[in-house]
């Protein structure tokens, strides 16, 4: 008995402890890959589903970001590259907004944060849609999509989950009414993405096309 438990300790400091941190969302394919490494006669096979298991574990890594504590600050939802910033309006209304699309590849990290302080006022799932590739212009209106409204008094900030070509799966955890603190975590877009953020026009954009951007720590403008 002691010899196992001092290769359970040896195997949870050796090994476990270097497992960055991820989604939970994870498990619904690192368990069935388990499996089936468990069960795996040839070595090939139970090598190729650890090879999997990792990847999957890279995807769905979930790092801890130091979130501004600067005032007005409105920080990034997404991991990614600035793609566009265009004057447009808000999502079903008139009211004209800077739009900022940031473009997710399977290389980034896919946990999608809460751009400013506020409440959940509304979310709108879009089911029927396409999956266009997530950086082409029409995704934003075509492409299967969630429409999250914060609002932090008069302040409205509009932040949309896009799927992609290869992204089928949009995870939102936050409920209409949650309250939220900047840079918390509220969903996930599983495999490739974009994300849109909606600011108002006069915000003042500390962002431009090409930047990289990292979700919660990296700032996309003030509030003004």
């Known amino acids: 008995m002691n010899l196992i438990a001092n290769l359970v300790s040896l195997l949870q400091q050796k090994v476990l402890s270097k497992i960055p941190r991820f989604a939970e969302d994870a498990f619904l394919f690192i368990v069935p890959l388990g499996v089936m490494a468990s069960v795996s006669s040839a070595f090939f096979g139970f090598l190729t589903c650890l090879v999997f298991i990792a990847l999957i574990i890279c995807f769905f890594r979930d790092p801890e970001r130091t979130i501004p504590d600067e005032p007005n600050v409105i920080v990034s939802p997404a991991d990614g590259e600035i793609k566009e910033i265009e004057d447009e309006s808000y999502p079903g209304s008139n009211e004209k907004c800077k739009r900022i699309t940031i473009f997710l590849s399977v290389l980034d990290v896919h946990i999608n944060r809460i751009p400013i302080k506020g409440t959940i006022e509304k979310i709108a799932f879009k089911g029927e849609g396409k999956y266009l590739v997530a950086d082409r212009p029409q995704a934003s209106e075509e492409n299967i999509q969630n429409i999250v409204t914060i609002r932090n008094g008069d302040t409205r900030i509009v932040v949309k989950q896009i799927v992609g ?49 990292e979700g919660g720590s990296s700032i996309i403008g003030y509030l003004t």
Do not use: H, M, N
């Open 165 to 213: 070509l290869i992204a089928r799966r949009i995870v939102c955890w936050a409920k209409e009414g949650d309250e939220y603190q900047t840079g918390e975590r509220f969903g996930l877009i599983r495999f490739g993405s974009r994300v849109d953020i909606f600011v108002p026009l006069d915000t003042k954009l500390a962002i431009k096309i090409g930047d990289k951007v």
